[in-house]
């Protein structure tokens, strides 16, 4: 399975990004399709993920500024990120999990202060 994901970019702190990430493939009933982001020197870590379902989940950093969904199509999903922080500045990677996990090539997220 291929993630492409895009949408990245640079912003000054504050403002806002919206994320997308396109599976080659729909998702299955027991998968669930997120983010996950590392900066420099940190380990990677979940953003944000969805279920088929529709289960969501964030982590607490960005509870109330990023919102996850998912598109009409069942390969798609985005973040949108507002009130963005120095601190969000990261490679943000696209990840689909189930039985087995892919990940996309990630898309750099720089918030200026």
């Known amino acids: 399975v291929q993630l492409q994901a895009s949408g990245g970019g640079l912003v000054q702190a504050g403002g806002s990004l919206r994320l997308s990430c396109e599976a080659s493939?729909?998702?299955?009933?027991?998968?669930?399709m997120g983010w996950y982001r590392q900066a420099p020197g940190k380990e990677r870590e979940r953003v944000a993920d969805i279920s088929t379902q529709g289960r969501i989940r964030y982590a607490d950093s960005v509870k109330g500024r990023f919102t996850i969904s998912r598109g009409n199509a069942k390969n798609t999903v985005f973040l949108q990120m507002s009130g963005l922080k120095s601190e969000d500045t990261g490679r943000y990677y696209c990840?689909?999990?189930?039985?087995?996990?892919?990940w996309g090539q990630g898309t750099q997220v720089t918030v200026s202060s």
């Open positions: 990840n689909l999990r189930g039985g087995r996990e892919f």
């Open positions: 493939r729909n998702m299955y009933t027991t998968e669930v």
